[in-house]
């Protein structure tokens, strides 16, 4: 069945870095965007950075834009993102999410889409 597997969080300081990894199983990897999505105590889950199903188009979002790198491993069924210059307002579950035949930037649209696939999340803490 299909799954996604959310990894890589955990407690950091300000400007740390982190990286998270999301390994997927169960579906034709290379078919799919995938993106990172958040959602802090309170707050409704936001759209974080996207990369299309080569790795060639990436889109993100302005308040981690300069500060993460989305990237994947298509032999290794893996997507990453790396965060560095955390800050405190980074902190927030993360999941990564797919969906089938789409562009990085239309990801960033896609939460609420019901062909999209999500990770288990993993929390990230950064600290001041």
């Known amino acids: 069945q299909v799954q996604l597997v959310d990894s890589g969080g955990g407690l950091a300081q300000a400007g740390d870095s982190l990286r998270l990894s999301c390994k997927a199983s169960?579906?034709?990897?290379?078919?799919?965007?995938m993106a990172w999505f958040r959602q802090a105590p309170g707050k409704e889950r936001e759209f974080v950075a996207a990369i299309n199903w080569a790795g060639g188009q990436t889109y993100y979002s302005d308040s981690v834009r300069g500060r993460f790198t989305i990237s994947r491993d298509n032999p290794e069924n893996t997507a990453y993102l790396q965060m560095n210059s955390l800050k405190p307002e980074d902190t927030a579950v993360y999941y990564c999410a797919a969906r089938y035949h789409t562009t990085a930037q239309a990801m960033s649209h896609m939460m609420s889409d019901r062909n999209v696939y999500w990770g288990q999340g993993t929390q990230v803490t950064v600290s001041s």
């Open positions: 169960g579906f034709t990897f290379t078919l799919y965007a």
